[in-house]
DNA sequence: GTCCATCTAAAGCACTCGACTTAGTGAAGT
DNA sequence: ACTTCACTAAGTCGAGTGCTTTAGATGGAC
């Protein structure tokens, strides 16, 4: 446990900082919002007070993950501890979504982070702070390897691609929920419990899929076959 | 066919513009492009040429989904054309899967439509117009139509949770292949035919998992039962 | 109680932004 | 040949940006 030793001005307000561009960047995207907006959001008079407690607006934003993976590894690290050697794909395919779902639920409302990680996802750089910092983790190695401990037969690129998709499903569902929730539009779920249900059924359902059903026929043709064909759609004018 | 009546100075200048658009849109993201760019890049000393041949970002964007949606949507109805009575569940979901695919195997590469889809997907604003441009047509209706018949148990929460997932997929997916196919790294499948067979078998191992597996328990209980649990995790110094 | 590193406020700088104005170009229509 | 009008070039404007500097405030260590 990394206590708070003592929380200094500085910490409460890298904290307050981090709180306000977690909001932001979820709501307009990352790109979109200046640190200079963060500053004034989070009432620092101060122009650049955000290039002061974190440089780069990479590290701010791996410093807005941190804030949150620590308590989802603790209950991944949980989840995996539950399961006995009777555990099937739905238990290990839990252990990747429930930690997600159940730490949305516990933060106060509204939260943010989903969306926050969905515009992360967009910009290729920070999809790989993300990755690195959520996927990269000890208890999520040990998800991965049960998971290809369950399905051997698989090639490990159709591996490689169903652990993808589990991802892209967990990360945009959740953000489309919660910005739904936001804008008080109706969601396909009551509450996150029930969306963990769905996302787990859902991403076993794609691990149960045979093999050979899916299978490449391992080509070691290139792309793009008919590679010129013309932009056939005219481009109408738009405009006013 | 809507034939090009004549290529005035006028309608070559706004396809160059949604040309380069499209590309310094996928790789920067929507927001982080100002229309100044776009018209440099498009070789335009005027300063505002985006501006008057379009009217706002939304426009632009509308315009860059147009340029496509057509041959997506013929191909579409194509693939609709083929079924007949027998028509199982993989057909249908090839109809989702297969106009996008073959769209992009079609394009003279390399190919940004793909990660544009995934940007505009980002901004909840332009993610309704893509939805409505490319979700919204008729052949689309009727694929949604033919799935439902397919799953007549489902309840229509479950069958709206899955397209949508079916929608995130799609578009993940094929962006991130694309991306790697731009970085020349590694892919997971080696065509984008190959790419369209794992979507298409994922997708069906979505659909074909039976409704009380992913059941809802229907409560109207709301959201966050425990809404006021601490953020743990400290925020550590990360700048310099 | 004093000291001093840490943190915040405030202002300046060169730059880019969208929106707007004005002038100029060139091809189609007559 | 001339007019017309859709289009392009070029520049201006205030607002906003990141980055840097300087001065002042805060609060824990001693």
Redesign the pocket.
């Known amino acids: 446990m990394t206590s708070t030793p003592?929380p200094?001005?500085?910490?409460?307000?890298?904290a307050l900082i981090v709180d306000v561009a977690e909001r932001l960047f979820a709501e307009r995207g990352i790109a979109a919002v200046?640190?200079?907006?963060i500053g004034e959001a989070a009432?620092?008079?101060?122009?650049?007070?955000v290039?002061?407690?974190f440089g780069?607006k990479a590290d701010l934003v791996r410093a807005i993950v941190r804030r949150h993976t620590e308590a989802m590894e603790h209950r991944r690290a949980e989840l995996i501890a539950e399961l006995d050697d009777s555990a099937e794909l739905r238990d290990w395919v839990g252990c990747l979504v429930r930690p997600v779902t159940d730490h949305l639920a516990s933060l106060p409302a509204p939260t943010w982070f989903g969306r926050f990680l969905a515009q992360a996802d967009a910009e290729p750089t920070l999809r790989q702070v993300i990755i690195d910092e959520v996927a990269g983790t000890p208890a999520m190695r040990r998800v991965v390897e049960g998971l290809a401990r369950l399905r051997p037969h698989l090639p490990e690129q159709v591996r490689l691609e169903r652990g993808a998709m589990a991802r892209i499903l967990i990360v945009h569902v959740t953000a489309e929920r919660e910005s739904a929730l936001h804008d008080g539009a109706a969601t396909p779920r009551a509450t996150w419990d029930d969306t963990a249900r769905g996302l787990t059924a859902a991403i076993c359902g794609i691990w149960q899929v045979p093999a050979d059903a899916a299978d490449t026929t391992d080509a070691d043709a290139d792309d793009a076959p008919d590679a010129d064909a013309p932009r056939t759609a005219p481009t109408r004018?738009e405009g006013a």
């Open positions: 003592r200094t001005r500085g910490s409460r307000t890298r200046s640190n200079r907006q009432g620092q008079g101060n122009n650049s007070a290039g002061y407690h780069t004018r």
